[in-house]
């Protein structure tokens, strides 16, 4: 960068970073906490805010991570081993103090240090925003994943972007979804590092051209592009308890410094000046869809900026030790690319090493086939990123060059393949066909890698079966499962200390790292004495979920009523309506005064819709306004309460899944991939209701199908039902649904707002309907009832309880990483004594 002066010490010592390692006690972590509250924060007795206490308590923890940190990456470095890198558009990292303040193991230090200074601990963790770069399960699982490889020693460094404005922060008026913007930066971010140092240039637009080099080699070369900087941030990801701390790297899109000053004459500069803002703008906002595209410029650059700023980091690293000797490249590095978002980094890399690294193509080829590993994560035909030719060529004209080049060899090995079969050739090319041509970017991502997981058994034998088939076909070899996982350290040590204490001094503490160890509950689920145990802790989960909605929510919640809990993205296929359709239900039995044996609920919904899906936030309303009638219900009272859980967020989930009861797992089989939420729960010891779909399927397996409450079609007789469904006939069948169809059509919830749920009604009865709802509401409705006989013995119900956690092993996140590094990143952990 020519005007990027870079001045430099003449002669550093090692000395300059010698220090002793910081104190771990109470002392050491309390005068650090001091020394930054008034020092740095410079505050005293007087501020009240928590934000300042939690910075300082923050600011002194981090100290403690950073040192690790940089012992780690040395330790990484001298070791030359192989590198993994994860690209994710997305890391949903939550609240990162608590979980650091546990990973390093000082917890109890840390609370009892601030008790003395008159501190709440739980109060400046709550001051604390969540990161949430992330809609919603694919972002939360690459946090994580980042978490299980720090905690299993693994070299895996994470790639993605630092949006300025996060998920929109969601509340609700008059019933409807209101997006507010989510400035999560605003009072600084203490858990993050600049490095300028390591800056890289991204191209836009421009054209290319042609020329011969001093050696004869055509080479090409990307002329006249608009630049970009991308500006490292690094986020130290502690392991638990084993003092490795990996790296976290988010770009951030900023105006090169010599922005075009010369385009305008000196009476426009401040129009110059402006022009950073479009180069900033890149990184300005997460896009807030889950499981759909968008299509739209801004994407693209995103996307294109974390794939080639990261490719580029990793390239320069290598260059920098190893010089322009490639020969060890694939032996060393992995990327993993999690879903399609950065798969135009298979492109890339080959630009990087063909134009300006030298290498002929069959070699860049090799080595990019040999690196690159693909993670799918839907099926949902909206959700598969396309990309229009015109708009690429516009803003990748080289990128796009590449792309044709690799799908003209990738044709010509179908076509040796099956010869003539110009059918199975229109259907497996990158370029889609058609008055537009796309660019189909999983196929680029297939076809480019040496692995494609799909992330549950079922999604990546439909993978197999239906999406990919052409692709398994010719490659059977580069199939695989990788069954997801979630985090025990956050979802269940962290956000339920009650359980986990006793967990612990029943089986000792080695489930934290090894999740298998629960098993040993499986005989205590018998002990009357643990039952009770188990009871009472999850009753003051429950009672402190209360205290903290009450007063939000504004209705009587009863501790002792089931808890029964749905929060995800909104989503058709997630089925929420169905969810709506049952507590409309029970409202209706009543009214009937069908209460005989009656179990009291209270059905607790929750999650974002994107702001352009209608159905969605239609939903959103329909949830609201169902629990405004039967809220305000006299006769309904106790027995019955609905509310809608505004703004769900990760750390809204670690306080609500300790105190639930009963998981909603309700999608139409075979739509969610593998969900997360399932997992955090059963951890928790709630018991589910759900489809055969995605890890639904394996929990099931896991726990036996007698501890969990099963019902609605298979993914197969949701395909095999599509031609002849018949939801009208369904409900002329069922007088329960007929009653809870004539509630909605006669306006009961919607009386002074005609025909606002006109549309959700309509996808119910249509023949076309995707989700197939009413298929599943007589099963659903006759399982709920099952569930309630379970409730009515609250010693079985317990111990169904214990047994959930108990089989919950197989649904830690250290298992998944530990078969992503057994299958496809093959790295040595590393350790000082490694
Ligand atoms: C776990 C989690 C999800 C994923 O939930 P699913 O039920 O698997 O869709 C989404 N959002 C947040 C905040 C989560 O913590």
Request: some cysteine.
């Amino acid at each position: 960068m020519s005007s990027h002066k870079v001045f430099r010490i003449s002669h550093p010592k090692p000395d300059i970073t010698l220090l002793p390692m910081l104190g771990m006690d109470k002392e050491h972590i309390t005068h650090d906490f001091k020394h930054y509250y008034s020092h740095r924060l410079g505050r005293d007795e007087h501020c009240r805010s928590p934000e300042y206490a939690y910075k300082a308590i923050s600011l002194a923890i981090s100290d403690r991570m950073v040192e690790r940190w940089k012992r780690t990456y040395n330790l990484q470095r001298n070791q030359d081993g192989k590198n993994a890198f994860y690209l994710s558009m997305e890391f949903l990292l939550g609240r990162r103090l608590s979980n650091a303040v546990m990973n390093l193991g000082v917890d109890n230090e840390v609370a009892k240090g601030l008790y003395d200074l008159g501190l709440v601990m739980e109060e400046l963790v709550d001051a604390e925003p969540d990161a949430g770069l992330g809609n919603g399960g694919l972002g939360r699982l690459a946090a994580c994943f980042i978490d299980s490889c720090a905690t299993l020693n693994l070299p895996v460094t994470g790639y993605g972007l630092r949006y300025e404005y996060g998920m929109f922060i969601q509340e609700i008026v008059n019933g409807e979804q209101v997006e507010k913007p989510d400035h999560w930066l605003r009072n600084g971010n203490v858990w993050e590092i600049e490095r300028p140092e390591y800056i890289t240039r991204i191209k836009f637009g421009g054209r290319t051209e042609t020329h011969i080099d001093e050696n004869g080699h055509k080479r090409i070369c990307w002329v006249d592009t608009r630049d970009v900087l991308a500006m490292p941030y690094d986020t130290p990801v502690p392991g638990y308890k084993n003092d490795t701390v990996n790296t976290l790297r988010l770009w951030k899109a900023m105006a090169t410094e010599d922005f075009n000053l010369q385009e305008f004459n000196a009476g426009d500069y401040a129009e110059a000046v402006a022009q950073k803002n479009t180069a900033e703008n890149i990184t300005m906002v997460l896009y807030p869809n889950d499981a759909n595209e968008n299509g739209k410029v801004l994407r693209l650059q995103q996307q294109y900026l974390l794939a080639s700023a990261s490719l580029q980091d990793v390239l320069a690293h290598w260059v920098g030790r190893h010089g322009r000797d490639f020969s060890k490249f694939a032996e060393k590095n992995c990327f993993q690319l999690n879903d399609t978002h950065p798969s135009i980094a298979v492109a890339e890399l080959m630009r990087l090493l063909v134009d300006i690294y030298g290498l002929s193509w069959k070699n860049a080829w090799q080595i990019t086939l040999q690196t690159m590993a693909y993670t799918n994560h839907t099926l949902l035909p909206e959700a598969l990123e396309k990309w229009s030719v015109p708009l690429m060529r516009q803003l990748l004209p080289r990128l796009l060059d590449i792309i044709f080049a690799i799908n003209a060899d990738f044709m010509a090995e179908v076509s040796a393949r099956w010869p003539g079969d110009k059918p199975r050739q229109a259907r497996m090319s990158i370029i889609e066909e058609g008055s537009v041509q796309y660019v189909r970017m999983a196929y680029l991502a297939i076809i480019g890698s040496f692995s494609v997981n799909g992330v549950a058994a079922l999604h990546s034998d439909l993978l197999k079966q239906g999406l990919f088939q052409d692709f398994y076909a010719l490659w059977p070899e580069k199939f695989n499962n990788k069954t997801n996982g979630v985090t025990p350290r956050r979802w269940l040590a962290g956000c339920n200390p009650e359980l986990a204490k006793l967990i612990t001094s029943t089986i000792g503490d080695g489930w934290i790292t090894d999740l298998s160890h629960l098993a040993k509950l499986k005989p205590y689920a018998d002990d009357p004495a643990f039952r009770a145990q188990w009871r009472q802790i999850k009753q003051f989960n429950k009672q402190k979920l209360i205290d903290l909605k009450q007063q939000e929510l504004q209705i009587d919640i009863d501790a002792d009523a089931m808890f029964d809990v749905q929060v995800k993205r909104i989503h058709e296929y997630k089925r929420q309506v169905l969810n709506i359709l049952h507590v409309i239900h029970l409202y209706d039995r009543i009214k009937r005064g069908d209460t005989q044996n009656w179990v009291a609920r209270c059905v607790l919904i929750g999650g974002k819709a994107a702001p352009g899906y209608a159905m969605a936030k239609r939903i959103i309303k329909l949830i609201n306004n169902v629990a405004n009638v039967i809220n305000n219900d006299v006769q309904v009272g106790k027995q019955l309460k609905l509310a809608f859980l505004p703004n769900y967020r990760a750390s809204a989930m670690e306080k609500i899944c300790p105190g639930t009861d009963l998981s909603e797992q309700i999608s139409t089989a075979g739509k969610e991939a593998s969900g997360t939420g399932n997992m955090k729960f059963m951890m928790n010891g709630a018991l589910t209701i759900g489809t055969l779909d995605g890890a639904n399927i394996e929990i099931r397996d896991e726990v036996g199908a007698e501890n969990f409450f099963l019902f609605g079609l298979t993914a197969a007789e949701v395909e095999a039902t599509h031609a002849h469904y018949n939801p009208r006939r369904l409900i002329q069948q069922d007088s329960d649904l007929q009653r809870v169809m004539h509630l909605l059509e006669c306006g009961h919830f919607n009386q002074f707002e005609p025909g606002i749920f006109d549309d959700i009604l309509a996808s119910l009865k249509s023949p076309q309907d995707p989700w197939l709802t009413l298929a599943d509401f007589r099963g659903y409705i006759d399982t709920q009832k099952r569930v309630e006989q379970l409730w009515r013995d609250p010693e079985q119900w317990t111990r169904m309880s214990i047994l959930n956690t108990a089989a919950s092993g197989k649904f830690s996140s250290d298992r998944t990483i530990a078969e992503y590094n057994r299958d496809i990143w093959k790295l040595a952990p590393i350790t000082a004594d490694s």
